[in-house]
């Protein structure tokens, strides 16, 4: 485990090697994404893992867990090629005003539309600015 006293950012500029500015950045939307208020500081548990594949970042809230890592192949980073982050709504509702929330604020919607999947689950793809593959998941 390991803690910076200056903040998450200088933790993530720390542990990941990036610029302060790209830290900053992801604590913001680590702070946005995981928060009702986005101004509000980040409340819960922050960890990274020290084993020689360094660099693997966690933070867990109400039973959600949020993972940021270096590759572990070394080549170098991109935006989840394969992977998707999802986020658990408290209901469908949320769900899709999340989706409209990211595609009014430059993101693009993929996959079907938002709604009921067969499994019962509500579903809002979309695609950040960055290009990460996001979902707002409603069970």
Known sequence: MGRDKRGVAKFLQRELGVAY????????KLRHGLSEDPARPLRGF?????????GRLAYSHNGGR???TK???GKPATPLNGGTIGFLMSDAKR???WHNAGVANGGTSIEDPPGVR???AYLAYLRDPDGHKLVGVAR
């Open 66 to 68: 949020f993972m940021v």
């Open 118 to 120: 067969p499994n019962g």
């Open 95 to 97: 769900a899709e005003a």
């Open 21 to 28: 500015q790209t830290a900053w950045t992801m604590a913001h």
């Open 46 to 54: 922050l960890e990274a893992d020290e084993t020689p594949a360094r």
């Open 71 to 73: 590759p572990i192949d």
